[in-house]
């Protein structure tokens, strides 16, 4: 069995596409702009290319985009003043706070200082909160891009057992709210999970975001399963993987995600589709 590999940047192409059109068709009827603001600490590299590359797609779907840099020496008062500033701008539809913070700030304290109502990376809280209780919220957008990719595909999780490998607060909890409410049966499993493989071959779907480079291998997954791989590793010689050893996977599960190319291409696209949101929302309670 040779897997079907769930291409990630076709999709994001297609979901652009369809962007464009609804920002353009907003902005005709509202004669309202609509601008993302970025908070970026410091000058670590990645996340220089990261800002980069949403100011590149915010251009190409007709959003503006604002950056405000910060020095990565900021306090942690200063940094959550700036925050505050930033989310009461009239003009910004949506904030984004660039993570990770300098390891002296704290990143928690920082994101209760959104306007949640402007979280459009579903950070705050009162967002979480409200997803863990399945209302609506806005998510983070790197799992939301995940049931992108299954829908995409025809995969419904619907009654089937998924198993999640990682339970952070950016991706497998978030994921696991999503997919309950998705009907489908769900396992979190972590580093004190005894005999992952065990688990993960019962399950249909399963999901990793561990961040360590191909932990999860064929052996470990129920043949024609699907794979989500949200992890991203640099290895040293420069060369982007995975969390699951895509080679021996890919003979075994029907379907899996690339890395790169799979879960990522998809995150940016719904990070602006929440500013449309996050837009349409502040109309409605303004009018």
Same mark, same amino acid.
């Given at each position: 069995?040779?897997?079907?590999?769930?291409?990630?940047?076709?999709?994001?192409?297609?979901?652009?596409?369809?962007?464009?059109?609804?920002?353009?068709?907003?902005?005709?009827?509202?004669?309202?702009?609509?601008?993302?603001?970025?908070?970026?600490?410091?000058?670590?590299?990645?996340?220089?290319?990261?800002?980069?590359?949403?100011?590149?797609?915010?251009?190409?779907?007709?959003?503006?985009?604002?950056?405000?840099?910060?020095?990565?020496?900021?306090?942690?008062?200063?940094?959550?003043?700036?925050?505050?500033?930033?989310?009461?701008?009239?003009?910004?539809?949506?904030?984004?706070?660039?993570? /990770? &913070?300098? $390891?002296? @700030?704290?990143?928690?304290? +920082? %994101?209760?200082?959104?306007?949640?109502?402007?979280? #459009? =990376?579903?950070?705050?809280?009162?967002?979480?909160?409200?997803?863990?209780?399945?209302?609506?919220?806005?998510?983070?957008?790197?799992?939301?891009?995940?049931?992108?990719?299954?829908?995409?595909?025809?995969?419904?999780?619907?009654?089937?057992?998924?198993?999640?490998?990682?339970?952070?607060?950016?991706?497998?909890? /978030? &994921?696991? $709210?999503? @997919?309950?409410?998705?009907? +489908? %049966?769900?396992?979190?499993?972590?580093?004190?999970? #005894? =005999?992952?493989?065990?688990?993960?071959?019962?399950?249909?779907?399963?999901?990793?975001?561990?961040?360590?480079?191909?932990?999860?291998?064929?052996?470990?997954?129920?043949?024609?399963?699907?794979?989500?791989?949200?992890?991203?590793?640099?290895?040293?010689?420069?060369?982007?993987?995975?969390?699951?050893?895509?080679?021996?996977?890919?003979?075994?599960?029907?379907?899996?995600?690339?890395?790169?190319?799979?879960?990522?291409?998809?995150?940016?696209?719904?990070?602006?589709?929440?500013?449309?949101?996050?837009?349409?929302?502040?109309?409605?309670?303004?009018?």
């Amino acid at each position: 069995m040779t897997a079907i590999v769930l291409d990630g940047r076709a999709l994001a192409q297609q979901l652009c596409q369809a962007l464009q059109a609804e920002v353009l068709a907003f902005r005709t009827v509202s004669q309202t702009p609509l601008c993302l603001a970025v908070i970026q600490v410091g000058e670590e590299a990645a996340s220089k290319r990261y800002v980069r590359s949403i100011k590149k797609l915010c251009a190409e779907v007709g959003l503006a985009c604002s950056l405000e840099k910060l020095p990565a020496t900021i306090e942690q008062e200063q940094l959550e003043g700036a925050i505050r500033r930033v989310s009461g701008r009239k003009e910004v539809a949506g904030v984004l706070l660039q993570m /990770p &913070l300098p $390891a002296h @700030l704290d990143a928690e304290r +920082a %994101t209760r200082q959104l306007d949640y109502r402007k979280d #459009v =990376d579903g950070v705050h809280p009162l967002n979480a909160g409200l997803l863990a209780l399945g209302r609506p919220a806005f998510v983070p957008n790197t799992p939301a891009g995940g049931l992108e990719l299954l829908r995409s595909a025809g995969i419904d999780p619907r009654g089937k057992r998924v198993g999640i490998v990682g339970r952070s607060a950016v991706v497998g909890r /978030p &994921l696991a $709210a999503l @997919l309950l409410q998705a009907d +489908a %049966t769900v396992t979190i499993c972590h580093s004190q999970t #005894v =005999d992952l493989g065990g688990v993960l071959r019962e399950c249909e779907i399963v999901a990793v975001a561990i961040g360590k480079p191909g932990q999860i291998t064929g052996a470990m997954l129920r043949p024609g399963a699907t794979v989500l791989d949200f992890g991203i590793n640099v290895q040293a010689n420069g060369q982007v993987v995975g969390d699951v050893d895509f080679a021996s996977a890919r003979e075994v599960v029907g379907a899996i995600t690339p890395v790169p190319g799979g879960t990522g291409p998809i995150t940016n696209v719904l990070l602006l589709r929440n500013v449309l949101l996050a837009g349409r929302q502040m109309l409605v309670s303004e009018g």
